[in-house]
């Protein structure tokens, strides 16, 4: 896609790079998951499936492993989805389109790599991919002020990856492996546990801050208020993602002594995360930040499942993952929509839209309906396998947490009224809102995929849970193998 893009030479033939290129994609997605779940029905219970693996570098031993599971294999198809329908709600976006989408398919790259990979510093190598086009995006062709969001996102999202690669280091020496290998160094579990004391938080945190974990969560508001349509919807959906899958997949797998220290502190962070993100979002004015807002507690609620440790909870964070990236995707393209017809995302200058954009208007309500957890949708699936999960726990400590987390759901619930409510139904402020048109058939596309796979994952939510059970369960296996006593701290 990348080399079609590049020597693509108008608009029409970059616009077909891209629809050719991500209805590729989303085929291959859809192949790869109904192959997997053959492979699995078939008796096939290889931890992980398609996997290969070519020494990069021998002195290190950094190779380039790939492979997937059920949990892989999810945001894949999720990565893919939301490129699919990026590529259309961009259709129409000026200037510079080929460069944008240049841009855009490499972030997509990194996302693809990451999910895919096996190898520690393989991974961090795509995860730095998906992370150097945000600056370029948002600093261009983003909108307000758009270079300091852009600067502040990089900066910290780079501050979190220096976190990181001290924890990949720390978790490569210490081990005293001749791998970096995911699978072969938690197979060894040869880190001693006051070493995983020390690393851990580096590894839980690097990630946690692209999961948008409290108080490192302070970019996610202004990066996803200035960027670009498609890009609050890959950066929202699927970006922030990459935080979570690592959490799980690098520190609480490599490192799972240590999450007998690390968890309670974690819980804290992760609950007011969840809490604080809902409250932030009941007071902004803008329809961006409060979505952005809204992503904060809905990703911390990822975080606050993963640390739970039931398997329940883990299967309800990836539930999660998957859930939150469809229906934020969804919101940002409608907000992105209204704000190129309406001129602003203020919600006290927005009123009567359904009356003149019914179509649009109706997207945001199903959106706002998802979000808060309405039966139905893939958003009360989620949450109540993370609430369920959470509540396993005998301890009062963890309980507690839990009865707070739940309260986002009432919060969430009164933000997205009031913003319905508000910018829909009431009088029009403005006589030129007359004149807006509804979507077009490229706008109606995108959204209509979205709906379709919000309520699908919504209203039949087993074949999703089952692929992603049978990753989470050898998982929870393992980290329970070394701490049994996990789930009652």
């Known amino acids: 896609m990348l080399f079609a893009l590049w ?5 029409n033939q970059v616009r077909g790079v ?14 790869l998951t109904v192959y997997f779940v053959q492979q699995r029905n078939a008796g096939n219970h290889d931890a992980m499936l398609l996997a290969n693996s070519v020494m990069w570098f021998k002195p290190m031993h ?16 999720l990565s893919a989805i939301i490129v699919f329908t990026g590529t259309f709600a961009s259709w129409q976006l000026e200037p510079m389109k080929k460069e944008y989408f240049l841009w855009f398919v490499l972030l997509a790259s990194g996302v693809f790599g990451f999910f895919i990979s096996t190898d520690m510093f393989t991974m961090f190598m795509f995860y730095e991919v998906a992370l150097i086009p945000m600056y370029l995006l948002i600093g261009v062709w983003g909108t307000g002020p758009k270079e300091y ?7 910290m999202l780079m501050g979190g990856s220096a976190l990181l690669i001290l924890g990949i280091l720390g978790i490569y020496y210490f081990s005293g492996a001749k791998t970096m290998d995911v699978i072969e160094l938690a197979r060894m579990h040869a880190m001693p546990k006051n070493i995983q004391n020390i690393f851990f938080p580096f590894v839980f945190i690097g990630f946690g801050v692209l999961g948008a974990l409290f108080p490192f969560h302070t970019w996610s ?6 960027a670009p349509t498609a890009v609050s919807m890959l950066h929202a959906g699927v970006l922030m993602k990459l935080g979570g899958y690592g959490c799980l997949r690098i520190a609480m797998f490599l490192m799972p002594d240590a999450l007998t220290v690390w968890a309670p502190v974690f819980l804290v962070l992760t609950t007011i995360s969840v809490v604080y993100g809902a409250l932030s979002a009941c007071v902004q004015t803008d329809l961006k930040y409060i979505n952005a807002y809204s992503s904060v507690s809905h990703c911390g609620m990822v975080l606050f499942a993963l640390v739970m440790t039931t398997q329940t909870a883990i299967t309800g964070a990836i539930l999660q993952m998957l859930s939150h990236g469809l229906m934020t995707a969804l919101f940002f393209a409608c907000i992105g929509m209204i704000y190129h017809r309406a001129g602003t995302r203020d919600v006290r200058y927005l009123g009567g839209l359904m009356k003149v954009i019914p179509f649009l208007a109706v997207s945001y309500v199903v959106a706002g309906l998802a979000n808060l957890g309405l039966p139905g949708f893939s958003g009360f699936v989620a949450e109540m396998t993370i609430f369920i999960g959470s509540f396993e726990n005998a301890g009062m400590f963890h309980r507690v947490a839990t009865i707070i987390a739940c309260t986002a759901i009432v919060i969430t619930a009164v933000y997205i009224l009031r913003v319905v409510g508000k910018i829909l139904f009431q009088t029009i402020p403005n006589k030129k809102f007359y004149e807006l048109h509804d ?10 995929c979205l709906i379709f796979c919000v309520a699908g994952l ?11 059970m049978d990753a989470v369960h050898p998982i929870f296996d393992h980290i329970i193998t070394y701490v049994p006593t996990l789930g009652n701290l």
Do not use: Q, Y
């Not at 020597?7 to 608009?11: I, Q, S, Y």
């Not at 492979?67 to 945001?75: A, F």
């Not at 508001?221 to 200035?226: I, L, N, Q, R, T």
């Not at 979507?439 to 209509?448: C, K, L």
């Open 7 to 11: 020597v693509a030479k108008n608009d």
């Open 18 to 31: 891209m629809v050719a290129g991500s209805t590729a994609l989303l085929i291959g997605a859809i192949w």
């Open 62 to 77: 950094i190779a380039f492993s790939v492979g997937v599971d059920g949990i892989s294999v999810v945001m894949i198809l």
């Open 149 to 155: 969001s852009a600067m502040k996102l990089t900066l």
């Open 221 to 226: 508001p202004d990066g996803h208020a200035s």
């Open 439 to 448: 979507a077009t058939w490229d706008e109606r596309f995108a959204i209509g």
């Open 458 to 468: 919504g209203l039949c939510p087993l074949f999703f849970e089952n692929m992603i």
